[in-house]
């Protein structure tokens, strides 16, 4: 009876991997429009409150700060744990959550127990079963009262204040009308009035490790194609440079050029360019102003809405980030931000970002300022200047308005995306044009980055094959071990 209920279970989950794929299959068929208005519903306002009260002792340092402590502390070198016969230390790799130090300087704090580690470095202690997020103190910046965790997500925490006597939850129930108080009453999760911060757990390692993400290689060798290296590049040209669709860019390779080639291999030979040129690009060292825009768009991805994150040089006109998005979140917002910092060298104390008044950016902002990294998030509301921020920063605003209409209009021919690699894949082609390649008025008709081996030749196909050249280049370069 046992094997019979397994094989009937086992049976079900392949019917309903069969279904989901059908279901997937149908979708690619419906109609896409690329530029339909996003449905905007009545949903709880998302607020950004100040930033929790956290203790000084609580804050992370870094390791060598915390050996020097120690040593003035002591007046002796630091040397690693002693190591009794028949204890039990932590495991390798087992680093402190505070100063970083290895599991040579930790020690087991609880007996037999063995879910408390002690660090001899910094003398601070943590549990092996909670993480190092949840063990820190957060108080509440009105009232100085320990704030309680509500709410645990895969990507991060939400704490609350449940003092009912916190002037932030006194002013802003003042604040409810009579109709409103009525329904608190009845429904209090419909409202937000306590006080709340949402703490991310992803550390910046990880953000490193997402922008650093291994990109498998290209089933197509474009060392190996059969066409010459010249259709490669015009084939790139009407793709990417002229916003054409693939079926129409091999129409017009075979109707004006005599060159018969199926539109799944021009799909070929962009995805293939595209794994080549994105390390390339994507860590290229530019001259970048601190004066940031930034926004997101929309497009489609098997019929469901995606967002592109883009981030844009206001002075240079440099795309700094440009990644889609399934969601439109806070670690979305966080993830384009980190994109935009690791292109500088320093992160200049004058940075400056201007967003729309999408909260996700302030948000964002606060979880850059607990990893000590400071930047200034100016939001534009509206499209008209009611405000002097808004009529300052207004030009700024208008540049990264520009920036995707620029793309929705290579985009929308495409009519969306099969999968999000496809759309990336799409978006490092269309960055590399607009940062490389295409001419602005106002930079004289020049591109944001020059290069001196594009200035050699004004033809586009030979631009394009230049820098496949450059990025093949810095991939032999970074691959090659010494």
């Known amino acids: ?252 390779l075979y109707e004006v050029h005599d060159i018969k080639i199926s539109h799944q291999t021009i799909a070929n030979y962009a995805q293939a360019a595209s794994h080549l040129l994105f390390p390339w690009m994507d860590n290229f060292k530019h001259d970048l102003n601190p004066y940031q825009c930034g926004d997101e768009t929309y497009v489609k991805v098997l019929g469901k809405k995606a967002y592109v994150f883009f981030m844009c040089d206001v002075k240079k006109k440099i795309i700094t980030s440009y990644r889609i998005y399934m969601k439109r979140d806070t670690f979305s917002a966080i993830d384009a931000f980190y994109s935009v910092l690791r292109k500088f060298r320093e992160v200049p104390e004058n940075l400056k970002f201007v967003v729309d008044g999408n909260p996700i950016y302030k948000a964002a902002q606060q979880y850059f300022q607990l990893k000590r990294v400071f930047f200034k998030v100016t939001q534009v509301i509206g499209l008209t200047n009611d405000d002097p921020v808004s009529k300052k920063h207004r030009p700024a605003k208008q540049i990264i308005e520009r920036l995707n209409r620029i793309f929705q209009y290579s985009y929308a021919v495409k009519n969306g995306f099969n999968t999000l690699a496809g759309a990336n894949d799409f978006m490092c082609l269309f960055t590399t044009y607009f940062n490389f390649l295409r001419n602005h008025t106002t930079l004289g008709y020049k591109p944001p980055v020059q290069l001196d081996c594009l200035k050699k030749t004004h033809n586009m196909p030979n631009k394009w094959n230049i820098l496949l050249d450059e990025a093949l280049d810095y991939y032999i370069e970074s691959t090659m071990e010494f």
Do not use: W
């Open 1 to 252: 009876m046992v094997m019979i209920i397994s094989f009937i279970v086992s049976l079900l989950n392949i019917f309903r991997k069969l279904l989901y794929k059908f279901e997937c299959f149908l979708l690619s068929f419906l109609p896409n429009d690329p530029i339909s208005n996003p449905v905007s519903y009545a949903y709880r306002s998302f607020k950004v409150h100040p930033l929790p009260v956290i203790e000084p002792d609580h804050l992370p340092v870094s390791f060598d700060k915390a050996k020097a402590a120690y040593e003035a502390k002591h007046n002796k070198p630091l040397k690693p744990v002693f190591r009794h016969k028949g204890k039990v230390y932590p495991a390798k790799g087992t680093v402190c959550p505070h100063c970083g130090a290895t599991h040579e300087y930790l020690s087991f704090n609880n007996g037999q127990k063995k879910s408390q580690i002690k660090c001899k470095v910094c003398e601070k202690t943590f549990s092996t079963v909670k993480s190092y997020s949840q063990q820190v103190v957060r108080k509440c910046p009105f009232c100085s009262k320990k704030l309680t965790l509500i709410k645990s997500r895969s990507s991060f925490d939400i704490y609350k204040c449940m003092n009912p006597k916190c002037s932030h939850y006194k002013a802003e129930l003042k604040k409810l009308s009579k109709e409103d108080r009525k329904k608190y009453k009845q429904n209090p999760s419909a409202f937000s009035l306590h006080y709340i911060t949402r703490v991310f757990n992803a550390s910046l390692d990880k953000l490193e490790s997402i922008q650093l993400k291994i990109i498998e290689p290209s089933n197509v060798d474009l060392a190996r194609i059969r066409n010459s290296k010249y259709v490669l590049g015009l084939a790139l040209t009407y793709y990417v440079n002229y916003g054409l669709s693939l079926r129409k860019t091999a129409l017009i």
